[in-house]
């Protein structure tokens, strides 16, 4: 699936297969891909560097599907997505991270897809060499170079062979070469037989260097973008140690390996940090846990204002230093989000107003809706229990009726509790099916219906007990 050949109307289509409702939300974010298509078309250069994205604000309370939106279409995209909360950032000066972190950490996103997609488009090549290695580590060839004699290292001569030993030599050499031929072949056929999976060898594999530096590297370092680790890497290399495996793990081990000489380092850090620059999804959670202005200029609320403050040039566009390059923000999409229950959206500063222009409420889940998010969505809870449990042997399925309670109970429990949205619906799950998983491996291959009845005598006591329900749903 190509994301730039898809219309507004088929990403919300590919959207409903997992997110139930929320119509205006999801159009808004398809517009926002499919634009950033329309500016990907433009042949005007310097007018597609003046096309940026439109911003978006998702007000709705917990669990009605603001996080889900935005990964999925992360994932539809198949774009850099990190999900931040807001109020983990502090304003500058305060202890806590620093909101360019949030760039810095979609980057190493980037770079880990990145690198995948380079692992792939090697993996045949490094598998048949890692086979090869195997064959040579299996047949007893592959061994450390030996040391250099010790009088050579003390510039020592040998007497110069005579033409009848340097044939001889020779013919010793060709003989033994011949010899690991053939073996090398016959191992190379048990191999490929699968025969040697379970056997035990002995590779060669890295280890990273002192856990002290990489802590010194991230922790010193991060802020200026300089990638300490690698340097630090090159005046401390890895130091190499054998371990004991099975051939199987091995040849992962050393796929891997060989993989990582295949590709090129440089050329997949400028592919992550286009992607990030041009496809990069951030989606900035609890954003109105930060709204508000200073008043009193202290207490804990001091720097709210602040951390907006910081926040907004990476929304309105700069550069963010990273150890793989100068990211510019200009283009990644920010999807911001927050229930907005007691402060409001023009809480916030203007200046971050005007930076996410585009706002969409989110509606409250309605029983009908619990019901359907149930069953339709195609990772929908049912469907995932009903394929756990057949692990077990167990056909388990759900009446109608069944659903349609489950969906009551979820609302009344958010109305009696504390309203947390489809979330609701894991607890309840899980508690109807408690008893089930735990006896399902001694309960053997049966059929099981889940109807009404069930449901009730399962969830009805913790329902109706409120105090309870508090603890336990």
Same mark, same amino acid.
């Given at each position: 699936?190509?994301?730039?050949?898809?219309?507004?109307?088929?990403?919300?289509?590919?959207? =409903?297969?997992?997110?139930?409702?929320?119509?205006?939300?999801?159009?808004?974010?398809?517009?926002?891909?499919?634009?950033?298509?329309?500016?990907?078309?433009?042949?005007?250069?310097?007018?597609?560097?003046?096309?940026?994205?439109?911003?978006?604000?998702?007000?709705?309370? %917990?669990?009605?599907?603001?996080?889900?939106?935005?990964?999925?279409?992360?994932?539809?995209?198949?774009?850099?997505?990190?999900?931040?909360?807001? %109020?983990?950032?502090?304003?500058?000066?305060? &202890?806590?991270?620093?909101?360019?972190?949030?760039?810095?950490?979609?980057?190493?996103?980037?770079?880990?897809?990145?690198?995948?997609?380079?692992?792939?488009?090697?993996?045949?090549?490094?598998?048949?060499?890692?086979?090869?290695?195997?064959?040579? $580590?299996?047949?007893?060839?592959?061994?450390?170079?030996?040391?250099?004699?010790?009088?050579?290292?003390?510039?020592? %001569?040998?007497?110069?062979?005579?033409?009848?030993?340097?044939?001889?030599?020779?013919?010793?050499?060709?003989?033994?070469?011949?010899?690991?031929?053939? &073996?090398?072949?016959? %191992?190379?056929?048990?191999?490929?037989?699968?025969?040697?999976?379970?056997?035990?060898?002995?590779?060669?594999?890295?280890?990273?260097?002192?856990?002290?530096?990489?802590?010194?590297?991230?922790?010193?370092?991060?802020?200026?973008?300089?990638?300490?680790?690698?340097?630090?890497?090159?005046?401390?290399?890895?130091?190499?140690?054998?371990?004991?495996?099975?051939?199987?793990?091995?040849?992962?081990?050393?796929?891997?390996?060989? #993989?990582?000489?295949?590709?090129?380092?440089?050329?997949?850090?400028?592919?992550?940090?286009?992607?990030?620059?041009?496809?990069?999804?951030?989606?900035?959670?609890?954003?109105?846990?930060?709204?508000?202005?200073?008043?009193?200029?202290?207490?804990?609320?001091?720097?709210?204002?602040?951390?907006?403050? =910081?926040?907004?040039?990476?929304?309105?566009?700069?550069?963010?230093?990273?150890?793989?390059?100068?990211?510019?923000?200009?283009?990644?999409?920010?999807?911001?989000?927050?229930?907005?229950?007691?402060?409001?959206?023009?809480?916030?500063?203007?200046?971050?107003?005007?930076?996410?222009?585009?706002?969409?409420?989110?509606?409250?889940?309605?029983?009908?809706?619990? #019901?359907?998010?149930?069953?339709?969505? =195609?990772?929908?809870?049912?469907?995932?229990?009903?394929?756990?449990?057949?692990?077990?042997? $167990?056909?388990?399925?759900?009446?109608?009726?069944?659903?349609?309670?489950?969906?009551?109970?979820?609302?009344?429990?958010?109305?009696?509790?504390?309203?947390?949205?489809?979330?609701?619906?894991?607890?309840?799950?899980?508690?109807?099916?408690?008893?089930?998983?735990?006896?399902?491996?001694?309960?053997?291959?049966?059929?099981?219906?889940?109807? #009404?009845?069930? &449901?009730?005598?399962?969830?009805?006591?913790?329902?109706?007990?409120?105090?309870?329900?508090?603890?336990?749903?």
């Amino acid at each position: 699936m190509i994301i730039d050949d898809l219309t507004p109307r088929e990403i919300v289509e590919q959207l =409903d297969r997992y997110i139930i409702g929320q119509d205006d939300a999801k159009r808004s974010v398809a517009i926002a891909l499919r634009n950033r298509a329309r500016r990907r078309a433009l042949e005007d250069e310097e007018l597609r560097d003046e096309v940026i994205p439109k911003n978006i604000l998702m007000i709705g309370p %917990t669990g009605v599907g603001k996080t889900e939106i935005a990964r999925r279409l992360a994932n539809l995209a198949n774009s850099p997505f990190i999900k931040v909360e807001a %109020t983990k950032f502090t304003e500058v000066g305060y &202890v806590g991270r620093d909101v360019e972190a949030i760039i810095r950490d979609l980057m190493e996103i980037a770079y880990r897809m990145a690198e995948d997609e380079a692992f792939a488009a090697v993996e045949e090549e490094a598998e048949r060499r890692a086979n090869e290695r195997l064959v040579n $580590i299996l047949a007893g060839v592959e061994k450390s170079q030996a040391a250099p004699p010790l009088a050579a290292m003390l510039g020592a %001569t040998e007497p110069t062979p005579t033409p009848e030993q340097m044939a001889a030599e020779r013919d010793r050499r060709e003989q033994m070469a011949r010899q690991e031929e053939r &073996v090398r072949n016959f %191992t190379r056929q048990r191999l490929a037989a699968g025969e040697l999976e379970d056997q035990e060898i002995e590779v060669e594999v890295e280890e990273p260097m002192m856990q002290s530096m990489q802590i010194f590297s991230a922790a010193g370092m991060e802020e200026m973008g300089m990638d300490m680790q690698n340097m630090l890497g090159n005046l401390f290399p890895a130091r190499k140690s054998t371990k004991r495996t099975t051939v199987a793990e091995a040849r992962r081990v050393l796929t891997y390996q060989e #993989a990582d000489k295949l590709i090129d380092g440089q050329e997949v850090g400028r592919r992550a940090l286009e992607a990030t620059e041009e496809n990069g999804i951030v989606f900035v959670d609890e954003l109105d846990k930060v709204a508000g202005r200073e008043t009193t200029g202290h207490g804990p609320d001091v720097s709210r204002e602040g951390v907006q403050r =910081d926040i907004l040039p990476i929304i309105e566009g700069c550069t963010v230093m990273t150890k793989y390059g100068p990211v510019n923000t200009d283009h990644i999409l920010f999807i911001c989000a927050g229930a907005f229950h007691i402060s409001k959206p023009s809480d916030l500063i203007p200046e971050l107003q005007g930076r996410i222009p585009l706002r969409v409420e989110l509606d409250s889940l309605t029983q009908e809706d619990f #019901a359907r998010i149930l069953v339709e969505p =195609d990772n929908s809870l049912v469907k995932q229990y009903i394929a756990l449990l057949a692990t077990e042997g $167990i056909e388990l399925t759900f009446g109608e009726d069944a659903i349609t309670e489950l969906a009551r109970l979820a609302q009344l429990v958010n109305e009696q509790t504390e309203n947390i949205g489809a979330r609701r619906l894991y607890t309840l799950m899980e508690r109807l099916l408690e008893e089930l998983s735990f006896e399902a491996p001694e309960i053997g291959e049966q059929k099981i219906p889940i109807d #009404a009845d069930y &449901v009730q005598k399962q969830l009805q006591d913790v329902v109706e007990d409120q105090d309870l329900s508090r603890y336990m749903l």
